[in-house]
């Protein structure tokens, strides 16, 4: 078992980050957009530029932590496509899924724009994951 090629996990990262960045900006602004700012509005919140600094760098922290995932579970699964899902699906369920139940539960956005986001979180996370691993190898 070799150790993990903490360069490669950066760079694979950085780009499944992109991926997610790039994702959540079309889905943030053009598919639930409306529907959040009409949210935030009734909780007498607004979002600002600021915040949206701090998503990106979250999104970027959130490819890394995707490939790293892939990186520390390739020595039992193996290289590819497969195991790059499997980091995927725990990286969805930690931190899409996990924080939605709590988020839907209190009911601060609507069910619909939650459904909407779940369903397009699970491809985006999934294809960052893929590309990162791409990038990943071995020393």
Do not use: H
């Not at 980050?17 to 639930?32: C, K, P, Q």
């Not at 909780?43 to 600094?53: L, Y």
Request: proline share 3%.
């Amino acid at each position: 078992m070799g150790k993990v090629n903490l360069g490669r996990v950066i760079l694979g990262g950085l780009l499944a980050g992109l991926i997610i960045n790039a994702s959540e900006f079309v889905l943030n602004t053009y598919v639930v957009g409306a529907d959040m700012d009409a949210a935030m509005k009734a909780m007498n919140k607004q979002m600002d530029n600021s915040m949206i600094g701090w998503f990106v760098i979250a999104g970027f922290a959130l490819g890394i932590l995707a490939v790293w995932l892939y990186a520390a579970i390739r020595p039992r699964f193996g290289p590819g496509v497969k195991t790059a899902v499997m980091a995927a699906l725990a990286v969805y369920f930690l931190s899409y899924v996990y924080p939605s139940v709590f988020v839907g539960a209190m009911q601060l956005f609507p069910g619909r724009v939650l459904i909407i986001s779940l369903c397009w979180g699970i491809v985006e996370i999934i294809v960052a994951s893929i590309a990162g691993a791409w990038l990943y190898t071995e020393r």
